[in-house]
C-alpha cells in the first residue's frame, strides 16, 4: 500500500520562506507525475505545481508562479516543494499526490497522506 508522508510546514511571517518534503513509499515512484495540492480552510483543495517524471517539466498555478519551485529526488522517492516570498493566502494544508502535469484529471490517485499545515501569518 502506498504511504505519503509530507512534512516540513510550519508557521512563517509574511515574505518568509519554507521547503516542504514529501516522501513515498510502497510503489514504483520515479515512473509517475507528482504534485503539490493545498487546501486551504472552507475550500477546495487544488493543485499547485507539478513535476514530470525525470523531472524536466514543472508547472504551476498562477497564484504561485515565480515564488514556489517543486523538485524531486527519484533515488530517495521524495519530492519538495520550495516555498518563498509565502503570503497569507498560501496558509493551507499542503498535500502530495500523483498528478497531470497539464493540471487536468490525473491519474488514480493515491490515499491522501496527512498534509503539512503552513501558517502565513505575522
Known amino acids: 500500500q502506498v504511504q505519503l508522508v509530507e512534512s516540513g510546514g510550519g508557521l512563517v511571517q509574511p515574505g518568509g520562506s519554507l521547503r516542504l518534503s514529501c516522501a513515498a513509499s510502497g510503489r514504483i515512484f520515479s515512473i509517475y507525475v507528482m504534485g503539490w495540492y493545498r487546501q486551504a480552510p472552507g475550500k477546495q483543495r487544488e493543485l499547485v505545481a507539478a513535476i514530470t517524471s525525470g523531472g524536466g517539466t514543472t508547472n504551476y498555478a498562477d497564484s504561485v508562479k515565480g515564488r514556489f519551485t517543486i523538485s524531486r529526488d527519484n533515488a530517495k522517492n521524495t519530492v519538495y516543494l520550495q516555498m518563498n516570498s509565502l503570503k497569507p493566502e498560501d496558509t493551507a494544508v499542503y498535500y502530495c499526490?500523483?498528478?497531470?502535469?497539464?493540471?487536468?484529471?490525473?491519474?488514480?490517485?493515491?490515499?491522501w497522506g496527512q498534509g503539512t499545515l503552513v501558517t502565513v501569518s505575522s
Open positions: 499526490n500523483k498528478a497531470n502535469i497539464g493540471f487536468g484529471v490525473p491519474l488514480a490517485l493515491d490515499a
